[in-house]
């Protein structure tokens, strides 16, 4: 289970978008602090480790605030 969380960088970003929708995120702000959250939980729970560049992927998935604000029509 860690390595697809790892390197299904879709179906992490999926669960971050819903999570956001979900969560009525409509801030660049609020957005990368669901993206801090959403790892650090994943860090906690062992389904990820340190060893996993998680910071990379945080960053990619931070990087996709535009994607996200067109999908809400922000």
Do not use: C, P
């Not at 860690?2 to 960088?9: A, F, Q, W």
């Not at 992490?12 to 969560?23: D, F, G, H, L, P």
């Not at 993206?35 to 860090?43: A, N, P, Q, S």
């Not at 906690?44 to 998680?54: A, F, R, T």
Request: aromatic residues 10%.
């Amino acid at each position: 289970m860690v390595e697809n969380l790892s390197y299904d960088r879709e179906l992490v970003w999926s669960e971050i978008v819903e999570r956001a929708r979900e969560q009525a995120v409509t801030s660049q702000e609020a957005f990368h602090e669901l993206v801090d959250d959403y790892f650090m939980e994943r860090l906690e729970v062992g389904e990820l480790d340190e060893d996993q560049n998680v910071q990379e992927l945080a960053a990619e998935i931070k990087g996709r605030w535009e994607d996200f604000k067109i999908d809400l029509g922000i």
